[in-house]
């Protein structure tokens, strides 16, 4: 038995359209952006940094950085780090009726285990967290639905600090704010994210590099590949066809990009790939830390 998940604002407590809320709800995030009538002053009464994405304003405690990055798909997704953990939020459209993160927790778990991760499923404030153990690192999945969105912080961080790396994503999860709009989509699907253009202009240059360094990559390859075909030609007897020489049943090389991502499996589109990624928390840095506003963390592209 699970316990009951806490009353989010998105189910409840939205302000009615063209009253926006004066102050902070009351009650536990994730929270619908239209219960808030003053973003900015939401949470600078926490005394956090905040970066507006839209659909999506994540909320930055003190002391830690906002990072942007490439998903194996090359979509941007924003990581909360510090020493202890990596959190990355993300905001799905969902049904008016509930039950969709029980649902992607069941296909997650399904997923994980097949890849040989030891999952269990914990009871945690919002209802069920799924919780995966891999070799040095331990990933944790939380979330809840709210009024036609499912709200998501996926936290990874090493076993000797998981259940603190637990409390810095659970700090970040319940001051997420979520806008769904009215528009119909398909349920899972990402609400689309409205990236400030200095971020963009970033990870456009990311994405360039990276598509330049999987082509260098896939051409050495195939150099690779014809050298070998080289040499396994002068092997050969006179006469002796390369079908010939390999042995019977064997099936010919097939060979990806190194970095290239397999094709998806398992969990419906654009629900997040179960297999997260083993990006381990930040190590300490020597420059000093500015803890204002997310943005003025976010103008450096080292971490693109």
Known sequence: MFGRKKSVTGDRDAATPGEPADSAPSTTGPHDRSSVGDVARYYTDLGYGHLDLGSLVIGVPKGRDLNVALDPNGQPEFHVVTTVSRVIPRAFAAPKSAGQWRTMVAAMREQLE??????????????????????????????????????????????????????????????LLVNRGDGPMPVREVLPLTIPDEIQQALVKAQSQLAAQQQAQAYQQQMAAGQQGQTAAQARPQGQTAAQARPQGQPAAQARPQGQPAPAAGTPAPAPSP??????????????????????????????
Do not use: C, N, Y
């Not at 097949?114 to 799924?130: F, I, K, M, N």
């Not at 083993?278 to 943005?295: F, I, L, N, T, V």
């Open 114 to 175: 097949g890849q040989g991760a030891e999952v269990t499923v914990e009871d945690g404030p919002w209802g069920r967290e799924l919780v995966a153990a891999m070799p040095g690192a331990v990933f944790r999945a939380i979330g809840v639905d709210g009024h036609r969105w499912t709200a998501e912080v996926r936290i990874m961080a090493t076993p000797e600090l998981a259940e603190q790396a637990a409390e810095e994503g659970r700090e970040v999860f319940k001051h």
């Open 275 to 304: 297999t997260p990624t083993r990006e381990q928390p930040r190590q300490p840095e020597s420059r000093p830390r500015r803890d204002g506003s997310a943005m003025d963390r976010l103008r450096s592209t080292d971490d693109l």
